[in-house]
Structure formats: C-alpha cells, structure tokens
C-alpha cells in the first residue's frame, strides 16, 4: 500500500517502507546510546586504571625516599649536628629577648655559622670561664656521636632585664643552668619543674618575686640551688 506523498520530496513512500526505516532509524539510535555508554564505560575504567597505576608509583616512590633517608640519615646527622630547629630557635628567643645573641665573633666563639654547638660550646673552654658569657656547653654524644643537645646555659650578671622567658622550658637537655646577678623580674616559672634532668639551678641576686613553685619538687637530680 502506498500513503500519502512525503512532504519533503513530494514522493509517495510506501508504508512498509517507511515502517522499516523508522525501525532501522530506531536501531541507529540505540546503537549509538550503546556506543555511548560503553565509550564512557571504558573511559571510566582507563580512569581507574590510571588511579592504580599513579598509587602504585607513588607508594614505590615512598619507599625510595624512605630508603633514601635511611641511607643517608648517618649523613644528614654529621652535617646537622642538632636536635631539633625548634630548640636552636628557643635558645635565640631566649638570648633575644634579655638583648643578647648567641656570639661567633666574641672570644671564646660559639655559634659558628649558625650552629649553636660549635666552637667553645664544644671544645675544652670552661663553662665557668667569665670571658665565655652568654654560653652554653652541648653534649654531643647522643645517636653514637651524631646528635647534640644543650646541657649547660648561662646569662651570668649581664644586666639583663625581665622574665624568664617561656622557650627555656624546649632545653629539655638542661643539667646546668645559671642566670644570677640580673634583673629577672616575675615568679620562677613552674615549667622549671619539668627540667627534670637539672643538677645545678642558680637564680641568685635577682628580682624574682613570689615563692618557690610546688613542680621544682620534681627536679630529683637536684644538687644545688
């Protein structure tokens, strides 16, 4: 059976015809979502085959760094010679806030190219010499001879003024500390109290005020006070 003419070529067009096109029309239309979504499918999947690909390089490359670091962490520690930076940035506050500076020029020198425990603060000077002041004695035995950390500070009748400042209490290494004859001001801090590895504590001559803070019953290594 024929229909009507098709309006847009004025052909008659029979409809089993256009029946069959429609379908294939329908079909094209249907292959093409398939295509689709099987493209996306894939894109998809590639996606999270890359993700895999990229942890397993970065979990490989983590293991190189740390096996990297623990080849070369004898190293880094000879050339680095200290703690933490945080304990060489409380000793600057320190010094800093009472005006004072760790001293490469004076002598004895210590603090030779900006490492605290160098110099005088290492070799035979005396902790007690009136020449080395400020100063500070290190230890350096720690992590078979490849670590440091201050024992020994002094700031002895220097004229320096004010409180004890909150950043001595990151020495933790403290065996010796002496800051008599100045102008401290303020109560002696409880966190003294958690030195614990204190063995001589000198304060005398000063304006501290208040009493003696129940923490420094903590300091057991306690010699002299």
């Not at 052909?11 to 096109?21: H, L, N, P, S």
């Not at 970065?58 to 760094?65: A, D, G, H, P, Q």
């Not at 880094?76 to 930076?85: H, R, S």
Request: charged content about 20%; aromatic content about 10%; glycine content about 8%.
């Amino acid at each position: 059976m024929w229909s009507l003419s098709n309006a847009s070529s004025g052909m008659g067009v029979a409809e089993d015809c256009r029946d069959t096109f429609l379908e294939l029309q329908r079909k094209k239309t249907h292959r093409y979502v398939i295509f689709k979504i099987d493209e996306k499918r894939k894109q998809s999947s590639g996606g999270f085959q890359d993700r895999l690909v990229d942890r397993a390089i970065n979990k490989r490359s983590t293991v190189l760094w740390k096996e990297m670091f623990k080849r070369f962490k004898p190293i880094l520690a000879k050339i680095v010679k200290w703690e933490t930076w945080s304990t060489m940035a409380a000793l600057n506050a320190i010094l800093g806030w009472w005006g004072r500076t760790a001293s490469a020029t004076s002598s004895p020198a210590w603090n030779i190219s900006g490492e605290p425990c160098s110099g005088a603060a290492i070799d035979s000077t005396s902790f007690d010499s009136a020449a080395f002041n400020p100063a500070i004695k290190c230890d350096c035995s720690y992590d078979n001879a490849t670590t440091c950390h201050i024992t020994q500070l002094k700031v002895y009748a220097l004229d320096v003024v004010g409180r004890i400042p909150d950043e001595l209490q990151n020495l933790t290494y403290l065996t010796n500390l002496y800051l008599a004859q100045n102008y401290l001001t303020g109560p002696l801090p409880a966190f003294i109290g958690n030195l614990t590895g204190l063995q001589y504590l000198s304060v005398g001559t000063t304006a501290l005020s208040g009493g003696i803070p129940k923490e420094l019953g903590k300091l057991t290594n306690l010699l002299s006070l």
